[in-house]
Every structure is written in structure tokens, then in C-alpha cells.
């Protein structure tokens, strides 16, 4: 039961998590592209990218506790950290095997200046 009853608390920290993560993902790409681009939100925010970093609920339940505890700019701010490094590369190496110019993406949060 023990196990259960953790297992419902992750999941439900992930959920919020999950949520922040969209959020972010369209903000920065709006910001970065000035246009949608859904296949690139659904590579940031896919269980597989967050699998690379551990497993995608735990990830996600993680950035949910960031978010309740101390808002959606520690969370972004967390994002940025923790997520986006790995992201920018996997995106530089999907970009060369596609022979596309690398471009250097620009720092800070969606809600910055």
C-alpha cells in the first residue's frame, strides 16, 4: 500500500510538472522562433527527452515540487538548469545529422527581458 500511495503523490507532483514544462516549452520556442512549432514542443516535453534524465514521472514530479514550493520562475528557473542544457544538445545533434547550421540559443527564462 506503501508503495501505491507514493507512486499517487508522484504522479500527481508530475502532473503539475508536466503542465509548467508545456508552459515553458511554448513560451521559449514563441520567444526563440516567433512562431509555433509543435514537433519541437513535443521533443522537450516528451517522455523520451525526460527519460535521458531519469524516469520521465520522477522528472516531472521533481519540477512540480520545484513549482509548489517556490513558484513558476524558481520552476522555469529550474527548467533552464536541469533540463535545457541536455535539450540544446540534443537539438545541435539532431540539427547536423539533418545538415542544417548549428544556432546558439539564446539564455534565460521565457519571462525574461
Known sequence: ?????????VLREAWLGDA???LYAR???????GGIDAAKCSRMTSNQFLGALGEASEVEAELGRVYAADGLE??????EAQLMPLFERQENK???AA???????????????
Open 1 to 9: 500500500m506503501r508503495n501505491s500511495m507514493r507512486r499517487d503523490r
Open 20 to 22: 509548467v514544462l508545456c
Open 27 to 33: 513560451q521559449r520556442i514563441l520567444r526563440d522562433s
Open 74 to 79: 524558481a520552476a522555469f528557473h529550474w527548467i
Open 94 to 96: 539532431r540539427e547536423r
Open 99 to 113: 545538415g542544417r547550421p548549428i544556432r546558439s540559443s539564446p539564455r534565460g527564462s521565457p519571462g525574461a527581458a
